[in-house]
């Protein structure tokens, strides 16, 4: 099958079929005399791996080891196991992170009484904390 009946079948865009092959998580196909590129079920099951990893969240550095570590089945899951367990605590943090988000913004929501004859108390606690911190977005503000 062609690059573009791959991604269809696999449910993604041609880019992404590209993108992987380049990044050594597709397996190269054969090549047609004519330069097209020829692949084979194996690609599709291949991808479709390689997609369900990633929507688990899993970076592609990962994805490269469990893509290695399936191509040696006799090989014990105590790696996978490691792998999958870091990955489960990075997910738990980011779950405590987002509740603790999820907190702030309900209380800068409580923040605000909805009466528009004064300023609107979340757009000042909002410019107050960019004047008062540096954040990915405002660099620390240069003294003098």
Do not use: W
Not at 44 to 49: K, P
């Amino acid at each position: 099958m062609k690059i573009g009946e791959l991604a269809s079948r696999a449910g993604c865009d041609v880019q992404t079929v590209r993108y992987y092959e380049r990044e050594g998580l597709l397996e190269a196909p054969a090549r047609e005399p004519s330069g097209y590129r020829r692949y084979q079920e194996r690609h599709l099951t291949q991808l479709n791996f390689v997609r369900h990893l990633r929507s688990l969240d899993i970076p592609l550095h990962e994805v490269r080891q469990l893509l290695a570590f399936a191509a040696e089945p006799a090989q014990s899951c105590a790696q996978v196991n490691h792998l999958l367990d870091g990955h489960i605590a990075l997910v738990k943090q980011r779950l405590l992170s987002l509740r603790a988000l999820e907190q702030q913004l309900v209380a800068l929501r409580r923040s605000c009484d909805g009466d528009s004859s004064h300023p609107c108390a979340i757009l000042e606690a909002f410019a107050a904390a960019a004047r008062e911190q540096a954040c990915a977005c405002h660099p620390a503000p240069r003294a003098g």
